[in-house]
């Protein structure tokens, strides 16, 4: 039973555009949500976060998006980078009192070319 | 700042061999501490936590423990090692209290 999942397993786009990653989950316990980025060989780093009350959260170039009522998030990267070139993981928590207890989807390979 | 060491960075064992991972966490104290795994293709999935010294919960039933003996350091093993216990082992914290989930580098685990 996958509770998040990331149904696009990459996604190409050109330096200068958006990237859109997305992401749908199951649970309707999640309150809280996370974007991860992870370079080959390294741990995941936290990006961006959102709490259920929120519908956006914009931090520079990235804003995620959250759809509670399509149980939905996406992550809009503008504009791309060539650096912004990794796997971005989507988690999800239900335990306000334990955030590291996170679901994650199973990434997406975002490539920018130059 | 705070920092999180994790090692070895990558690992071969033959199958049937013992394995322990460390983690330490520095420059917080009492975190909530993580073992993750990352399977080939796979999302991140949650091994262990333990919010204290001597406290952990497992997630999942499997061929690893997971063991606090101090506030910041955080150890996995096992005493015999199977093929299916090959993965991306990562080591992460929060702050108690709520914050995002941070990541060591992670031990990449090879199992022959």
């Known amino acids: 039973d996958q509770q998040v999942k990331q149904n696009s397993p990459s996604l190409s786009v050109q330096e200068g555009r958006i990237s859109i990653l997305n992401c749908d989950y199951t649970n309707s316990m999640f309150d809280y949500f996370l974007w991860y980025k992870k370079y080959p060989a390294e741990g995941p780093t936290f990006l961006i976060s959102?709490?259920?009350?929120?519908d956006k959260n914009e931090d520079g170039r990235f804003t995620v998006f959250l759809n509670k009522s399509a149980k939905h998030l996406s992550l809009h990267i503008v504009p791309s980078q060539p650096g912004d070139s990794a796997v971005y993981f989507c988690a999800a928590s239900a335990y306000p009192s334990n955030t590291g207890k996170l679901i994650f989807g199973q990434g997406t390979t975002l490539q920018v070319k130059p | 700042s705070q920092t999180i060491h994790q090692w070895p960075a990558t690992l071969v064992q033959p199958v049937g061999s013992p394995l322990s991972l460390e983690c330490t966490v520095e420059?917080?104290?009492?975190?909530?501490l993580y073992w993750y795994r990352q399977a080939a293709g796979r999302g991140l999935q949650l091994l262990f936590y333990?919010?204290?010294?001597?406290?952990i919960s497992s997630e999942v039933p499997q061929n690893l423990s997971a063991s606090r003996p101090q506030d910041r350091q955080f150890i996995l093993s096992s005493k015999k090692l199977l093929l299916s216990d090959s993965g991306f082992y990562l080591c992460a914290w929060t702050q108690v209290g709520g914050s995002p989930l941070h990541f060591g580098n992670g031990t990449r685990l090879t199992v022959t």
């Open positions: 420059g917080t104290s009492n975190p909530n």
């Open positions: 959102i709490s259920s009350i929120k």
């Open positions: 333990s919010v204290g010294i001597g406290q």
